[in-house]
């Protein structure tokens, strides 16, 4: 009975954000800009969570704390916080070149259509995943995978998979192999730490920096678009 519970929780946790993606892309009418089509999205991110959250307390009768892992130290979660995401931007920067020179999609396109968001906008997109994908993916489901098989590669390599598939929806192949590598790191810090808090953090600061670089990115995109329209005047 308890395993049968558990593999209910699984399937909203691994599957519960997609299928609602799709639910959503095919019955509700199409966001009306950028702002509408986040808020769907945001949405439905709160209510899987929300979703998962009552059934660990109802069906499965254990507290919210089950699926949290465990806790660290505070000078530990704060050297795992700052490493996680120092080793993030790493991956970052080594990988964006060599994706760019096998000329696979980027975030580009997206990241830019948020840069018209507020900063407030932009850290509370930042904030939703980093709770809501962490606490889904890696609290629950690879505690609970887990406990069913005892096996940190099978746990950490379906929690994987089902994060960077649920990113399929919305987004281009390009984009989904990119995610595929900050949603890899986090799963292997995951496993070795078991602190999703710390996750979250890590996660949140990651997206957050990036949001807010958008804008940095869109401004000199500008400054370089009016300098080459000032210098093709003065010629």
């Known amino acids: 009975m308890v395993t049968v519970a558990v593999l209910g929780g699984l399937a909203v946790a691994l599957f519960g954000m997609a299928a609602v993606g799709l639910l959503a892309d095919r019955y509700l009418a199409e966001p009306d800009g950028l702002r509408a089509d986040l808020l769907v999205s945001d949405a439905n991110k709160w209510a899987v969570f929300a979703l998962l959250c009552g059934y660990v307390l109802v069906v499965e009768g254990r507290p919210l704390s089950s699926m949290t892992g465990r806790s660290l130290a505070p000078l530990a979660f704060v050297a795992v916080v700052g490493g996680g995401v120092f080793v993030l931007f790493v991956a ?26 507020s900063v407030r906008h932009r850290l509370f997109v930042a904030g939703t995943a980093g709770i809501t994908e962490e606490v889904l993916f890696h609290g629950y489901a690879i505690e609970r995978l887990l406990e069913l098989t005892g096996s940190p ?10 994060f960077t598939a649920s990113h399929a929806v919305g987004w281009e ?35 957050a920096v990036g949001l807010l670089l958008a804008g940095s990115v869109e401004d000199a995109g500008d400054a370089e678009g009016a300098d080459a329209a000032a210098d093709g005047t003065a010629r």
Do not use: K, Q, W
């Not at 990241?111 to 968001?117: D, E, Q, T, V």
């Not at 790191?185 to 953090?201: E, G, K, N």
């Open 92 to 117: 970052n920067a080594v990988t964006t070149p060599v994706f760019d020179r096998l000329g696979v999609g980027g975030l580009d396109e997206g990241m830019a259509g948020l840069a018209s968001l």
């Open 173 to 207: 192949r390009g984009a989904v192999a990119r995610i595929a590598v900050p949603a890899l790191l986090t799963t292997v810090m995951y496993l070795l730490v078991r602190d999703v808090v710390a996750l979250v953090c890590i996660h949140a600061l990651n997206d």
């Open 153 to 162: 590669l099978l746990a950490g390599g379906v929690s994987f998979a089902a």
